[in-house]
Every structure is written in structure tokens, then in C-alpha cells.
């Protein structure tokens, strides 16, 4: 029903020009540091903060019926900001499906209650090691147990299949070799619905020479991996779909918009769908999906984006 339901948003919305998906970042601060994500290195170039819950109430109310979901995430780690779960639960009661990504070093047993009690759908959850030594080397700062402990507690509440549970494996050179253990931790937490590996990326942020020694720190080089093996490209960016809203109202093309080149206007000031309008082409959605954008060049996503579900329920 449900997925009947988003196919049909799908296909008005891409007559209508409208967005599948908004990508709201609720802060851009975060409490861990990243060696290749454009958060955690500080290359941002907006003030750091939080939504203010009018503004949230305001947003969130427009886009009802006429976008599918809406997803946390962003430049920032989202459970920072004390009113998420909050949030999550008016979307929900509003009939919009929602999605949070999240790097679950902050969920304590309370808190991951509250997640499941505000009927959020998703939870993307980013493990990027299966051992402290490993894990720490991408998620500077983070703690893997912390990200254990939230999927024992989300395997103890979890009600009816919600939320449905992805881990997204990030591969570097350090975890490679525990990509063979990886579908094991989904017999250890019968929450996990899926497990899907994505290669670490660069971004083209960096000068030339930091950009080759960071390329050769953290990219795989078992060959299994990479070109025709385990992990296939994906030339297009599939986010041509989606609408970016900055914690401070920005709407973008793109959360990996660092300096707000591609900033359509203040949806706070203009509402959501006056400033969309000016992005409502077929177009400009193709120059996307084709990775035709100035910022594509940067992206982490640059180079064909690599995955593979290596589990799935
Ligand atoms: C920017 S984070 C924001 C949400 C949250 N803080 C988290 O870590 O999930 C969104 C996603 O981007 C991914 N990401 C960040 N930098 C990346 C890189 N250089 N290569 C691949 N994925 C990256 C993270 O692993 C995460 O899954
Ligand atoms: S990947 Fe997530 S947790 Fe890591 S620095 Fe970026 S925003 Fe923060």
C-alpha cells in the first residue's frame, strides 16, 4: 500500500515538478569529526545552529500531501538537536513518511524510545568498523559501542517493523578486511532490515596534494572491491528527487552545497514552494541526476558512486 502510495506521489510529483523527498538538516553542528565528510572538516561556510520549532512547524506543514517524505540528515548529525524526535512525530501525525540518518553515538535506551514512539520509518545508521580501532579511523571521535548499544536497544523496542533499520557500511582501507563478518551483525540484531556497503570518497574540496594522500589513506585497494567487483558504479546522482533545506532555511540542490552556490532562495521568507518553483524544470533536475552541477566536481559522490546491499531481510 505504502509503496503504491509513494509511486503515485512519484509520478504526479515528477509532472508537477515537485520534490519526492526534502532533505531537512536540522543542525550543522556535529559531535563527531570526520576525516573526509565536508561537516566534520569544518568546510562549511554558513554560521552553525539549529531550526527554530516555528519555522519547523511552518515548513512541515506546506509540504504535506505533496511531497513523500522527509528525511533528517544533512550537514550535521541530526539527533543533536533536542526537539528532533519532536519533529519526527508532527511529520508522522501529518501522514509524511519520515527518515533520519544518523551516526547513533548519542541514544541512550530513553532516547531510542522516543525514536520509535514518534513513528519515525527509517533509520539509516552509519557503522563504519566493526572494532573501536577501525571504526574510529572514519568516525573520528565516535565510539562503536555506543553504535552497538543503539541497535541492541532498537532490536529490544522495535514495534511492527518500524522503524525499518539500515546500516551503511562506509569501506576504506582500514575496515576492508571485515567486510567478510559484516552480515553476521544481522543475526546479532534482528532490527537490522539491511546492510548496504558504500565506498568512502574523497571530496574534491581538498588541494591537489592532500586530496592523492588522502586518496591513498582511506581508499580500498583490494581489488575485489573496486571496478566490476563487489561494488558497482553508479554514474548517476540520484538526487535530482530531492529538495536540500539548510538548518537556517536555505533551499539548495544539494546538501554537499558547501558555500550555497546553488542556493535557490529562503523558504523560511518565501515558503517552500514559491522557491521551488524557480527550480521547477525538467531541465535543471536532468543537469542533476547527470552530475552536470559546478559543485558535482567536489563531491563526494564525484567519482561513481559504489554499493552493494550485502543483506537484506
Ligand atoms: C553527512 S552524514 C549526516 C548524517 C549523520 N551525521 C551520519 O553520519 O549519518 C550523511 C552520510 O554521508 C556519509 N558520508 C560523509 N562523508 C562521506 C564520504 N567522504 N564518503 C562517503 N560517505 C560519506 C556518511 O557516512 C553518512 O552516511
Ligand atoms: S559523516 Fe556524519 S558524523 Fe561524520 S562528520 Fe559528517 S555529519 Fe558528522
Known sequence: MRKLFRNIVRQVNIVRGLPEEVELEPTN????????CIAGRDFQEDPLGLIEDENYSRLVRELVGRVYRLSFSG????????NLFQYIGEAHNLGINTLLNTNANTFDDSRVQEAI??????????????TQTTYERFRRGGNVNRVFNTLERLSAHK???????????????YNQNELVQLSDLAGEYPAIDKIQVVMTSVP?????????????????????????????????CGDYKRAFVTWNGGL???WNDTQGTTNLGNVFQGGFFNVWGTFNTIAT???VRQKKLDICGTCVQSVPFMSRV???R
Open 29 to 36: 553542528y556535529c559531535n563527531l569529526s570526520c576525516p573526509l
Open 75 to 82: 550537514r550535521g548529525e541530526p539527533t543533536l538537536h533536542p
Open 117 to 130: 514512539k514518534s513513528g519515525l520509518d527509517r533509520i539509516h545508521i552509519g557503522l563504519d568498523g566493526l
Open 159 to 173: 514495534k511492527n517493523g518500524a522503524p525499518y533499520v539500515l546500516v551503511i557500511f562506509n569501506l576504506n582501507r
Open 204 to 236: 574534491g574540496v581538498y588541494t591537489d596534494q592532500d586530496y592523492q594522500s588522502l586518496l591513498h589513506e582511506f581508499i580500498p585497494d583490494d581489488s575485489r572491491y573496486i571496478d566490476g567487483g563487489l561494488l558497482t558504479p553508479n554514474k548517476r
Open 252 to 254: 539548495r540542490r544539494c
Open 285 to 287: 533536475k536532468k543537469e
Open 310 to 312: 550485502i543483506y537484506k
